[in-house]
């Protein structure tokens, strides 16, 4: 049987419909920013394998340091023991993330580190002996993941409608613009006697439809966070590692966030790894001869040494100045493109931050996430070996830092062509 055969019988792909779903794509190579099927057929990663590879495939760096690693010390439990890997990684992270950052706590995946965040906010105001503030504050469009406490904290869509009973309750407000930032600021002032946290993506939401918001207006409602002891998570597993044009999307805020959650880039795209960081207050805020007032949560994974050496490699190109040039020679690209193509009929919006862009289709009433236009959209670019993933009538661009210019700019051509066609 042909590898697609043998997944057929064998395998339940994420958010797929498998009853009518079309044959997988069998990858059998990846090589920066391209992806070889077994015909041989290339295509260009444009999504960069659901936003983790900011580096391309099969990075020659990262696979001689995970390589090595799997020679010394492939895994240790991490409840009463430690590893270099897992100290020097959190020694290079703290000093780049923006505020004080303290302490970092390990875990599996983006979901996981919300998971962790939330926990220690709902944990810190019970360990204090506030038992009232118990409520936690998030966007209505928002996507934290599809673990329950990440489900809860999400906007309420078809990703949550057969558990919505189950979820706990979440005060949800609209992304702040200049109409409405008074209001969402009384809001949360209001409501802070209950506020155990504020919970945010910030600049861009992802999976809720790439929706992007001025740092000036996020700022102004954690001041007013801070102004009323209502703790504050940055959930920045898809904006970090340079998404936003700044390493950190909190980079372009004065007000910084007691906790921060990463995943996604943070490995390159190798392997999962989560980290929920978080500012002294937090941390000491557990520190107790009660043992009742520990945070009871691990993972069987937690701190995985080969994980942690795959980020520090990841780290050490990040963190070159090759990456940054190219950061912002791809943020120019879709500069440019935006400005090409913002005046077409079929564009109803579109928006760019950082190296990423997006935009949104104009089909008259019909912008779900299960429009009709996704799947044909989906694969008009397929077929001309690009790999997109449209949410609804939404494309976004979201590649690899290495990505050429002549490859961006087919791909830009390639979505005029799909505005005249389809």
């Excluded at 990846?30 to 580096?55: C, M, P, Q, R």
């Excluded at 780049?96 to 950052?101: E, R, S, Y």
């Excluded at 999307?249 to 910084?256: G, P, R, T, Y």
């Excluded at 980290?275 to 009871?296: G, H, M, P, R």
């Amino acid at each position: 049987m042909s590898l697609v055969e043998r997944d057929k019988k064998v395998i339940w792909h994420p958010y797929t419909q498998m009853k009518n779903a079309q044959m997988p794509i069998p990858i059998v190579r990846g090589e920066g920013v391209y992806l070889f099927d077994e015909d041989g057929k290339k295509y260009i990663d444009a999504v960069s394998s659901w936003w983790v590879n900011i580096h391309g495939h099969a990075h020659p760096h990262i696979a001689e340091k995970v390589s090595a690693q799997l020679t010394t010390l492939e895994h240790v439990i991490f409840a009463g023991f430690t590893h270099e890997p897992a100290v020097l990684l959190a020694e290079r992270l703290l000093p780049l993330l923006p505020g004080k950052q303290e302490k970092i706590f390990y875990t599996d995946n983006g979901s996981t580190a919300v998971e962790v965040a939330l926990k220690m906010c709902l944990q810190y105001w019970n360990n204090s002996g506030n038992l009232h503030k118990k409520k936690v504050l998030a966007f209505k469009d928002a996507y934290h993941g599809d673990t329950f406490g990440a489900m809860s904290v999400s906007g309420r869509s078809i990703f949550t409608n057969p558990f919505n009973d189950l979820l706990f309750d979440v005060e949800f407000i609209d992304l702040p613009n200049e109409k409405n930032i008074v209001s969402l600021k009384s809001q949360i002032s209001n409501l802070s006697s209950q506020l155990a946290c504020f919970i945010f993506e910030p600049l861009i939401l992802g999976a809720g439809g790439m929706q992007m918001y001025a740092a000036k207006y996020l700022d102004q409602l954690l001041k007013t966070c801070i102004d009323n002891n209502v703790l504050t998570i940055a959930d920045e597993v898809m904006t970090g590692f340079g998404r936003t044009g700044t390493y950190f999307a909190c980079e372009q805020l004065i007000n910084h966030p007691d906790i921060f959650c990463l995943s996604k880039g943070l490995t390159g795209g190798t392997m999962p790894l989560g980290v929920t960081s978080c500012n002294q207050k937090i941390f000491e805020a557990f520190l107790s001869d009660d043992k009742l007032k520990t945070l009871y949560h691990g993972h069987s994974f937690t701190a995985n040494p080969i994980s942690c050496v795959a980020s520090l490699a990841s780290l050490d190109i990040l963190l070159a100045a090759e990456t940054l040039a190219n950061i912002k020679r791809v943020e120019e690209q879709h500069k440019q493109f935006f400005n090409q193509i913002k005046n077409h009929p079929k564009v109803r919006n579109i928006r760019q931050t950082g190296t990423i862009i997006a935009l949104e289709w104009e089909t008259g009433n019909d912008t779900s996430y299960l429009s009709g236009l996704r799947d044909q959209l989906y694969n008009y670019f397929l077929t001309r070996g690009i790999i997109l993933r449209p949410l609804g009538n939404i494309i976004y661009i979201l590649p690899p830092y290495i990505i050429s210019n002549d490859d961006l700019t087919y791909i830009y051509q390639t979505i005029q062509q799909a505005l005249e066609e389809i």
